[in-house]
């Protein structure tokens, strides 16, 4: 049995039934755990602190090991892939043009613009790009091809003047990495933080031409979640192995720009939020899909929620950030 797992957890574990995995036997954290079982929307929530999962609950939908659609979470995965293929001397850095690594991908109708996008551009949402988020994502995955429809709009500003934030970015950053590497995204996330991390990652959504979406829709685990919050947590190392370097850990947490939505800042596929008088780190999707990293309380918080609702701030979301700071504020500290 595994340790810290209750004998009546482990038996509904083991039939497959989604409720609680781990538990310490002082129960930590228990006001926030009953705060986030009223939250209909949320799923599962998991809590690791000194290295530690200290509480682990599926409320309700899939169970902990089960691959799940983190929705825009998988921006912060493209994010690491960029790092490692920079590691690995496929692309020069992140000042590296994005235009000559597309070659032909590029619409010849494109704006002059387009040409002088970065890599760092693409990753911190600066590239200038029209925002492909809610209705206008919706709209854009109908067209023919979205390499062309995103670059061939008309551009919202100059690369690096102010955050757009869009899902088309990160599709056209991830074209990039499958070019530079001979792999597409599906082998590129498997290989590369699957397998270092042991975590799976089923086949998620393709575009027309076969590409592997990148930024949003990936499956990982809500336990998968907490995994990759550890290794950003501890400068980019699983159990003593580099995944990723430090300097990417850090630049992924550097602010570059602000949300136009809470403010809070955006580093590398990151967003970045002083809550408590901590530095709180923060992946981001779709519906109510988080991991939040605090490393001075060296705590790490995985939330799933319903990708098929809305998560707003006047609703869902902004319950998770409260429900955080529960976490963050009456408990984690007091521990």
């Known amino acids: 049995?595994?340790?810290?797992?209750?004998r009546r957890g482990f038996l509904l574990a083991a039939a497959g039934l989604p409720t609680l995995v781990y538990a310490a036997p002082s129960e930590p954290f228990q006001q926030s755990i009953d705060r986030a079982r009223n939250l209909t929307q949320l799923r599962a929530i998991v809590i690791s602190q000194g290295g530690e999962i200290q509480r682990a609950i599926a409320f309700r939908g899939p169970a902990l090991n089960k691959p799940v659609n983190v929705k825009s979470v998988s921006k912060s995965l493209i994010s690491a892939?960029?790092?490692?293929?920079?590691?690995?001397g496929e692309i020069d850095s992140v000042d590296a043009l994005v235009a000559p690594l597309l070659r032909r991908s590029v619409p010849r109708r494109a704006d002059k613009r387009v040409r002088d996008i970065t890599i760092a551009h693409m990753l911190s949402m600066q590239s200038g790009l029209q925002e492909v988020s809610g209705a206008a994502y919706g709209e854009w995955v109908t067209t023919k091809h979205w390499i062309y429809e995103a670059l061939s709009k008309p551009m919202l500003s100059d690369p690096g003047v102010g955050v757009h934030y869009s899902t088309a970015s990160y599709h056209v950053l991830g074209a990039v990495l499958s070019r530079v590497s001979g792999l597409d995204l599906h082998q590129l996330a498997g290989n590369r933080l699957g397998a270092p991390l042991n975590i799976q990652f089923p086949p998620w959504t393709r575009d027309p031409q076969g590409r592997y979406l990148g930024g949003n829709d990936m499956r990982v685990s809500p336990l998968g979640l907490v995994r990759i919050g550890e290794m950003y947590r501890n400068n980019g190392q699983h159990q003593g192995r580099p995944v990723l370097t430090d300097d990417w850990v850090r630049k992924s947490w550097t602010v570059y720009g602000h949300s136009k939505e809470t403010g809070h800042g955006y580093g590398y596929?990151?967003?970045?939020?002083?809550?408590?008088?901590?530095?709180?780190f923060y992946a981001r999707g779709y519906g109510g899909q988080m991991v939040f990293i605090v490393p001075a309380l060296e705590l790490t918080c995985a939330l799933?929620?319903?990708?098929?609702?809305?998560?707003?701030?006047?609703?869902?979301?902004?319950?998770?950030?409260a429900l955080f700071e529960d976490i963050l504020l009456t408990e984690a500290i007091s521990g």
Do not use: K, Y
């Open 81 to 88: 892939l960029t790092g490692i293929a920079i590691q690995r």
């Open 304 to 321: 799933t929620s319903n990708p098929a609702q809305l998560a707003t701030l006047n609703g869902h979301l902004g319950d998770l950030f």
């Open 1 to 6: 049995m595994v340790a810290g797992l209750n």
């Open 269 to 280: 596929g990151w967003f970045i939020w002083n809550a408590g008088g901590h530095e709180v």
